[in-house]
């Protein structure tokens, strides 16, 4: 007999795992199919930053959005720690995000537009960050933009979830979904599965199943390279941030330094290259790094979509299949903020009526929005 669930979700990364627990926490008998390990792919690369400032420049939906998602790691924090005994290892301290030329500083500047963004001088850089490479004209200051682990948030999402009675199915890639008038049948390599409400959360690879399911959206890999070294001695607190390059200080003494941005580029090795021109970017906001011990290199894959924004939201035509992909730079930032707004939809609770039109999935996009 086939498996019968309320809601199957596809794909166990950040976003998967966030929506399942966010399930599973109201009750919903929730399970999640993944093809590899919780995780693995875009999740494993990132580097945590809840930069809902860092990323916005402006207001708008998407910045509310995304500081309603910050503000939910405040709760969550404790609550993951409880349910999954796992620790987020939140980092405060904060973003410096420096200003390198006029113009760095006048486009940072306006950004006193966004709640908690503080304008410093060089003097207050220099005195908050004494290691920081020369010529800073000043910077944003963003204590709210703080920064998590992304694979321990993961990991106690799916922990969290399987404890309020979810299954999580790893090595257990999905094939296909068959809309049903009762309940939909997903396909997938360890069986069938059926469930009255499935969610399409696979990141990048997403664009096939929007298809199947007669949605003709492109997902666009990004691959971003990083590395991460070990910082013995320079006190940082902050990570610090310019010309989509950062330096991120994690609590276990290792500096996270990344990252490129490659369109159009599905391969998830690092390359020489990309290192070497994220290492130079990073060597003018913290010359010490030169001296510091290299512990690994990756690479990962953004899953950008046509306007830069995710898909969130129920399918035109068939309401209980629902999609949360696509959130590019920003799915750390933005996990808990979708996964309460998947379980409201499926609970026919209300939901935000701005949030559902920026990101509902049959929007018409406006190119680079
Ligand atoms: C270098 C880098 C740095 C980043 N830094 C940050 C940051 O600091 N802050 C931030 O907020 N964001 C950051 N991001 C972006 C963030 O990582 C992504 O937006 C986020 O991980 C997307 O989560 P996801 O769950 O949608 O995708 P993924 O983590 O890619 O998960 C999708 C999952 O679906 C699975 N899957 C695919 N096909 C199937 C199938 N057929 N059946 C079952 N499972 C399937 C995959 O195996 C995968 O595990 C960064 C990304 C990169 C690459």
């Known amino acids: 007999m086939k498996k019968r669930y309320d809601t199957i979700v596809v794909g166990g990364g950040i976003i998967g795992a966030s929506i399942a627990y966010h399930l599973a926490k109201a009750g919903i008998k929730t399970a999640v199919f993944e093809s590899g390990q919780i995780g693995q792919k875009a999740t494993g690369a990132a580097a945590g930053m809840l930069g809902a400032h860092a990323e916005c420049d402006k207001p708008g939906t998407f910045f509310e959005f995304a500081r309603a998602s910050q503000q939910a790691y405040k709760r969550l924090i404790a609550e993951l720690k409880q349910t999954s005994g796992i620790d987020i290892k939140r980092h405060n301290g904060g973003i410096l995000k420096l200003a390198f030329s006029e113009s760095d500083r006048e486009r940072l500047m306006k950004m006193g537009e966004l709640d908690s963004a503080e304008w410093l001088s060089a003097e207050e850089v220099y005195e908050k960050e004494p290691y920081a490479g020369k010529g800073i004209l000043g910077a944003n200051f963003i204590q709210d933009d703080v920064h998590v682990e992304p694979v321990s948030v993961c990991r106690a999402f799916a922990k969290g979830a399987r404890m309020a009675g979810a299954d999580i199915f790893e090595f257990a890639p999905v094939i296909s979904i068959e809309p049903g008038s009762g309940a939909h049948v997903v396909t997938t390599a360890a069986g069938k599965a059926e469930a009255e409400h499935v969610v399409i959360a696979s990141g990048v690879w997403s664009g096939v199943f929007f298809k199947q399911l007669g949605l003709n959206k492109r997902f666009y890999p990004v691959k971003g390279e990083c590395l991460s070294v070990w910082n013995d001695g320079i006190p940082l607190t902050r990570t610090l941030y310019h010309d989509h390059c950062y330096i991120v200080p994690r609590h276990s003494g290792k500096l996270v330094i990344g990252a490129t941005m490659k369109p159009g580029d599905w391969s998830e090795q690092p390359e020489l290259g990309g290192i070497e021109a994220v290492i130079k970017k990073a060597k003018t906001m913290l010359p010490e790094i030169?001296?510091?011990?290299?512990?690994?290199?990756?690479?990962?894959?953004?899953?950008?979509?046509?306007?830069?924004?995710?898909?969130?939201?129920?399918?035109?035509?068939?309401?209980?299949?629902?999609?949360?992909?696509?959130?590019?730079?920003?799915?750390?930032?933005?996990?808990?903020a979708t996964g309460e707004m998947i379980t409201n939809m499926i609970l026919d609770r209300p939901v935000d009526q701005t949030w559902q039109e920026a990101f509902k999935a049959d929007r018409k996009e406006a190119v680079g929005g």
Do not use: S, V
């Not at 990756?298 to 995710?310: F, H, K, V, Y």
């Not at 949360?324 to 920003?330: E, K």
């Open 290 to 336: 030169e001296n510091m011990k290299i512990d690994q290199c990756w690479a990962g894959l953004r899953p950008e979509t046509e306007d830069g924004n995710p898909y969130i939201g129920r399918h035109p035509e068939n309401t209980r299949i629902l999609f949360a992909a696509g959130h590019f730079r920003n799915g750390i930032l933005l996990a808990p």
